[in-house]
């Protein structure tokens, strides 16, 4: 099968991207899927910061490859032995393909898939190996998603059946931002009602991470970030108090908030610096959330007399900690009544051809989640 598809074949291009080019648009072949596998249409994919960490060389991939991992779809083809799907099942992609049997997935934690994990890192599919091929040879698949592209072949463990009259600009957030920051609140943190919550970067992650504290009701709600209209958003969306970071020290801001500091300290954006922010405003007896991925190399470090003196813990929270087959579902659920205003996170639609122009959009933080309609309703 033929497809367009967004390509990466080196990184750390210069931006700006629309100048440089690091995607280009390239006619691919596309394999039928093995075992296993589904063969999905792309509808709608979302533009994540994750993404951007690749093109910029910060978190290192196997090239080349085709680029994406946040996204709705429609099944096309369904693979040998292949169970629970069928052609036209609207599917969201999950970007950790779970095995099932490893000890992580036995413990219900499938985001720490060391199967899958060990996939993505070599850029292949959970079977193994790779269904990319351009005139030259093989390319590889980005967390076996590779949702950049009209269709892609995946795992039909990194997809989760979904209701199709969910629109696809809204429906591609839930696999990756809605996922991962209302997670961390509800899984990671397990916030309960009256516990004050504070939430450093306000991206997609981020503010999904804030509409998730808000539907568990916590209060006060702290919002931290640089750019005044994403606090303005902060606001609409329930944020009680929101904190400029570079108009005086944000974690003393926090504490005044809070009185003493928050209990949950959630941070999205990837940098030590504000990490080590986030544990001096969290309070006593609370927890600090990381869903930011920082470059491999950098070092964070706490007082490590607080951990035990004053009962404290720093938690990673990869994909939410979710069950996708679990969440998905529930998420949507609480969108549809109104609980989670997702749409409220969407900022720019663009075509397929328009991609390099979007992430220098985010890329210089003008953006919150961007969509990619590549077969739009």
């Known amino acids: 099968m033929k497809v367009r598809a967004a390509v990466l074949r080196g990184m750390a291009l210069p931006a700006p991207y629309a100048e440089s080019r690091p995607l280009r648009i390239e006619t691919l072949e596309l394999a039928d899927p093995g075992p296993g596998e589904l063969r999905v249409r792309v509808l709608a994919a979302g533009l994540c910061h994750s993404d951007l960490s690749v093109i910029e060389g910060t978190r290192?991939?196997?090239m080349p490859m085709v680029l994406g991992h946040e996204a709705v779809g429609e099944v096309i083809d369904v693979g040998p032995g292949t169970a629970g799907f069928q052609p036209g099942d609207r599917v969201v992609f999950s970007f950790v393909p779970t095995c099932g049997h490893c000890a992580p997935c036995a413990e219900g934690r499938p985001a720490l898939c060391e199967p899958g994990?060990?996939?993505?890192?070599g850029g292949q599919l959970l079977a193994g190996g790779l269904r990319w091929r351009d005139g030259t040879g093989p390319l590889h698949h980005h967390l076996g998603v590779s949702c950049f592209s009209e269709a892609t072949v995946v795992s039909a463990r990194s997809a989760v059946r979904i209701d199709a009259d969910l629109p696809p600009r809204t429906a591609a957030?839930?696999?990756?931002?809605?996922?991962?920051g209302v997670g961390a609140v509800v899984n990671t943190a397990r916030v309960r009602p009256g516990e004050s919550v504070a939430v450093f970067g306000l991206g997609g992650v981020g503010l999904a991470a804030l509409i998730g504290a808000v539907a568990a009701s916590a209060h006060p709600l702290v919002a931290v970030d640089v750019q005044p209209d994403k606090l303005a958003l902060a606001?609409?969306?329930?944020?009680?108090?929101?904190?400029d970071a570079r108009d005086g020290d944000p974690v003393e801001a926090i504490r005044e908030a809070t009185g003493g500091g928050a209990l949950h300290v959630i941070e999205s954006v990837g940098n030590e610096r504000v990490l080590a922010q986030a544990y001096a405003a969290t309070r006593r007896g609370g927890s600090t959330i990381t869903v930011g991925l920082p470059p491999p190399d950098r070092m964070f470090s706490v007082p490590a007399v607080s951990l035990v003196a004053e009962e404290r813990s720093v938690r990673?929270?990869?994909m939410g900690s979710a069950v996708p087959s679990r969440d998905i579902p529930r998420y949507i659920d609480l969108y549809r009544a109104g609980r989670l205003p997702v749409d409220r996170?969407?900022?720019?639609t663009l075509a397929l051809d328009e991609i390099n122009t979007g992430f220098?959009?985010?890329a210089r933080g003008e953006a919150i989640r961007q969509v990619v309609e590549l077969a739009p309703d």
């Open 60 to 62: 290192p991939r196997p």
């Open 117 to 121: 994990a060990v996939a993505n890192a």
């Open 173 to 180: 957030l839930f696999g990756c931002a809605v996922m991962t």
């Open 235 to 243: 606001r609409e969306l329930g944020a009680t108090h929101c904190i």
């Open 316 to 318: 990673g929270s990869y």
């Open 345 to 348: 996170l969407l900022t720019h």
């Open 360 to 362: 220098d959009r985010l």
